[in-house]
């Protein structure tokens, strides 16, 4: 015996509606990838650094940024370097490409003098390209 439980017409109506589920699906699974690997992209080395008034510049895909810290200790990236070995880690780092800009920050206590020793031994080392690195200044 045989039950027919649809009463209405044999022929399928037209869904004219987007079915959005697998579109927020996909969004949140982008959200959460994105939520992870952002904190993982900046920086973590505590500068305090001085304010600039000037209009912020381009930031090119992998900067190269060598910090001066308030105890006088450079580190190059994320890794701490001696003085001494400054010129070999910028070479192996940059593949001795001596044109690559090296972003060079320093605390804002640190001494105007210490800073130029520091600019120093760049110059010495061959990379004339340095930008001087300072927070924005918020009107």
């Given amino acids: 015996m045989a039950v027919r439980l649809d009463h209405g017409e044999d022929t399928l109506a037209e869904l004219h509606e987007i079915n959005v589920t697998p579109f927020i699906d996909v969004m949140l699974v982008l959200l959460i990838i994105f939520m992870v690997a952002a904190p993982l992209a900046t920086v973590d080395i505590l500068v305090n650094l001085p304010s ?77 390209r340095v930008a001087l690195v300072g927070a924005e200044k918020v009107p």
């Fill in 52 to 128: 600039s008034t000037a209009p912020p510049q381009a930031r090119p895909d992998k900067p190269l940024y060598l910090t001066l810290k308030p105890d006088l200790s450079l580190t190059l990236g994320n890794d701490p370097i001696a003085r001494e070995s400054l010129r070999g880690a910028l070479d192996r780092v940059t593949n001795g490409d001596k044109s690559m800009p090296i972003f060079f920050r320093a605390d804002k206590i640190v001494a105007y003098g210490d800073l130029m020793e520091v600019m120093n031994l760049l110059r010495a080392a061959g990379y004339l």
